[in-house]
């Protein structure tokens, strides 16, 4: 059992001896939410829900995964602005073992726009999974189930590439360096309030953060990294910025946050072009982002 268990820590007491083994925990078996949603794949729609997931390299070549779940409001049980609310989720590996439950309390608040958000976070190896969640109010027992599939891309570090454009409404420094359920958007020292929608008024800020990975450095060991916000509309050029330094380079990414007013910009629909240049390797990628200015 010592030799052949892959997670046994092999720690000795002070005479030299193994330790024993720790008690198995006792089986907890899936919440009927999660079991009926696994067994049958039938979706319950009676709160209404979505799901966001954001993607940044993390350590020993895992990535870690933000996710939101944007919630109609109207579907929950509300005291005042505040709903009681429980999360649940399960993953599935590509072969369908599972390997993560979660069942989390949640003290909802509604927002502005009719909407509620919970925030999880996620740490998983390059792969494809299957994620069964689940959010049950807790007043009337109404449920709402839903089954995404997650790719979780391998952030290699062998080429110039980008984690996901995280758009938020709002950043601020912080102590904390774990995401934690409820705050899951922990990302480099700061705390960011992820944007439910891609919907702009033209008195707001267009604000993200994102890493870069795979970039070259010179004979001295320095990075020389950029990147290029440019406003498309219709098809054609309608502003664009200089070619802006990252904010921090080191320990394998780089880092940068744009935050971009819209007040000099019409109304329409829009795709920003952010162009991200390694001027030691020479080499340019870009990825687009869609939003609605009203």
């Known amino acids: 059992r010592y030799i052949v268990n892959p997670d046994l820590v092999y720690e000795r007491d002070e005479a030299g001896r193994l ?26 729609a009676d709160v ?13 070549g895992s990535v870690f995964i933000p996710i939101l779940f944007d919630i109609d409001a109207q579907n929950l049980s509300w005291s005042g602005n505040y709903a009681d609310a429980k999360v649940l989720g399960l993953l599935e590996d590509a072969s369908g073992n599972p390997l993560y439950r979660f069942e989390e309390p949640a003290a909802l ?11 999880m976070p996620l740490q ?7 994620v069964y969640l689940g959010i049950e109010d807790v007043a009337s027992s109404t449920v709402g189930t839903k089954i995404i599939n997650i790719e979780v891309h391998a952030f290699s570090g062998q080429k110039l590439e980008t984690s996901s454009i995280l758009l938020f409404s709002e950043g601020t420094k912080t102590e904390e360096t774990l995401a934690s359920p409820g705050q899951a958007f922990v990302i480099g020292g700061y705390r960011f309030t992820p944007k439910h929608n891609r919907v702009y008024e033209t008195t707001d800020q267009l604000a993200g953060v994102f890493h870069a990975y795979g970039y070259a450095l010179d004979a001295g060991g320095s990075a020389n990294l950029t990147a290029q916000y440019i406003f498309f509309r219709d098809g054609e050029i309608r502003g664009h910025t200089p ?8 320990q394998g990414f780089a880092a940068t946050i ?29 990825k687009d982002i869609n939003f609605t200015l009203k």
């Open 19 to 44: 330790l024993d083994l720790a008690p198995e925990p006792a089986f907890v078996p899936l919440p009927p939410v999660l079991m009926e949603l696994r067994e049958t794949r039938t979706i319950r």
């Open 48 to 60: 209404s829900f979505q799901i966001q997931a954001s993607f940044f390299r993390s350590s020993q």
């Open 109 to 119: 608040e509604k927002g502005s726009e009719g909407r509620a958000s919970f925030e």
């Open 124 to 130: 998983l190896a390059p792969g494809q999974y299957t």
């Open 243 to 250: 070619d802006e330094p990252f904010i921090s380079i080191g």
């Open 258 to 286: 744009f935050d971009i007013p819209l007040d000099r910009f019409d109304p329409g629909e829009y795709v920003l072009k952010i162009q991200v240049t390694d001027h030691v390797a020479g080499k340019t990628i870009a």
